[in-house]
């Protein structure tokens, strides 16, 4: 479970930062994770071997469409999680944080209840 963790980590890192950038490169993800940029090489090669990320000769990765699908619903299950954490009084810090560790074990029922909360 927790390389499974890790690798939405990753995964979730990629979207955000391909939001922000056209070129995401392992530098780009290893300084906004606070990761070795070895480390970071290492789990992008193996993201590329599972199909979730392309990376061109220059080192610009990029989402599959696999890696992209897997990557949104853990960013949504991290914002609305975050959001509604907030909501029920938890500071913005802690939100951000537990919501972080929540989006990867929480069940879709009990998820998609959340959800069904904040609308």
Do not use: W
Not at 45 to 56: A, F, Q, S, T, V
């Amino acid at each position: 479970m927790k390389y499974q963790q890790s690798e939405e980590d990753y995964l979730e890192k990629i979207l955000m930062l391909q939001e922000k950038s056209q070129h995401v490169h392992s530098i780009d993800i290893a300084n906004e994770m606070g990761f070795s940029k070895p480390s970071v090489s290492i789990a992008m090669h193996k993201l590329e071997d599972k199909g979730y990320i392309n990376m061109d000769k220059t080192g610009v990765i990029t989402l599959t469409d696999e890696g992209y699908k897997r990557a949104t619903a853990v960013y949504e299950r991290h914002k609305v999680l975050s959001s509604f954490l907030m909501q029920i009084g938890v500071s913005k810090e802690a939100a951000l944080e537990d919501a972080c560790e929540i989006e990867h074990f929480i069940s879709e029922e009990t998820f998609q209840a959340i959800k069904g909360q904040l609308k």
